[in-house]
């Protein structure tokens, strides 16, 4: 079947818009530079740490709740060296911040650290400074710090709640040997794969005038795969292996599909005006009437898949062709 990747998205700044890419490299913990950094409310107490505890918990900011993240679009320059976040909403201070898409580790020694838990698993984020904090914290008028992913750069995948029992899913065998996925700080998993029927089936949900809207944009994807009409709607909830591969005969990526993932109230926010959108238009209760298709999360709507892929170092390109070449049973 001639299916293809026909979207590509990173998000460095978790709950914020996305960045489209046309090529981007995988790690073992998802694509590069994907949710490296997080948002997180200014603890009241003193950020002292604890010699037995660690550095003090911070808690993140998600778009599910605060809909204005919605507002601040990422941009990645040509070099891949520094990340751009716009401002699109009404006009107030600063409209735009730049810092290092990678920050130097002297540029960030003495700075604070937090520990920061996502979905049950922890991982150390790093301050990135007093400036970007306040650009941020006057857009969201709230006071909140901007932290970058330390320590070992990575955290554990949450348990079988996400992926089952056992850790077969959570290890790619390839050529090199078995490699250990891990993520920074996405929700479940290093990846979400979505497919162009699904969201076709989506956007029809929506009232006639709206059916040309971006919905993809609130679907949050990392890979996005063009099906044209060769599959159906939600034939995603099935896929258990892909492989991709590019023109010229390059070493093929193996995409592994491990949970259909729940959706939550992010699918509401408006990226046009950093609120609730209308009722009409809301996509978590218009998928809720028939998509609730995961058992262990029976009240939830499900799009797309939850995933990981290897090899380490290999790139995704626009273009790639895809095979779906390992099916699950048809519950998970």
């Not at 050529?175 to 029927?197: C, H, Y």
């Not at 956007?203 to 993809?216: C, G, V």
């Not at 809301?282 to 058992?295: E, H, I, K, T």
């Amino acid at each position: 079947m001639a299916l293809s990747v026909q979207r590509l998205f990173l998000y460095p700044v978790k709950s914020l818009r996305p960045v489209e890419v046309k090529a981007v490299e995988l790690t073992n913990e998802g694509l590069r530079f994907d949710r490296s950094f997080i948002l997180v409310y200014t603890p009241t107490e003193t950020a002292t740490p604890d010699p037995t505890t660690g550095p003090p918990f911070a808690q993140f900011l998600t778009i599910k709740r605060v809909f204005r993240l919605a507002l601040f679009q990422p941009e990645i320059d040509d070099s891949w060296t520094n990340l751009t976040i716009r401002w699109t909403g009404p006009p107030s201070s600063a409209s735009s911040i730049v810092v290092p898409l990678t920050p130097s580790p002297m540029s960030l020694l003495g700075a604070q650290t937090y520990q920061v838990s996502v979905f049950g698993t922890t991982a150390l984020g790093v301050d990135v400074g007093d400036e970007v904090a306040a650009f941020f914290s006057g857009h969201l008028q709230a006071d909140v710090r901007l932290l970058f992913i330390g320590g070992t750069g990575r955290r554990e995948i949450p348990g079988a709640a996400y992926v089952g029992k056992g850790t077969d899913a959570l290890t790619l065998a390839l050529e090199e040997g078995l490699r250990p996925q891990r993520i920074r700080f996405a929700d479940a998993a290093p990846l979400l794969v979505t497919s162009t029927a699904s969201e076709h089936n989506a956007r029809m949900r929506l009232p006639p005038a709206h059916r040309n809207e971006d919905i993809i944009q609130r679907l949050r994807p990392n890979i996005h795969i063009d099906v044209q009409d060769l599959l159906p709607a939600y034939d995603e909830d099935r896929w258990a292996t892909l492989m991709v591969s590019a023109d010229g005969g390059a070493h093929p990526v193996t995409i592994k599909c491990i949970f259909n993932c729940v959706r939550c109230l992010s699918l509401n926010a408006d990226p046009d005006t950093g609120n609730m959108i209308p009722r009409q238009r809301q996509l978590y209760g218009l998928l809720a009437s028939d998509r609730r298709v995961n058992p262990r999360f029976p009240h939830k709507p499900v799009f797309g898949q939850y995933a990981f892929a290897g090899p380490a170092g290999a790139i995704l390109r626009i273009g790639d062709k895809v095979q779906v070449t390992e099916r699950s049973s048809p519950v998970k």
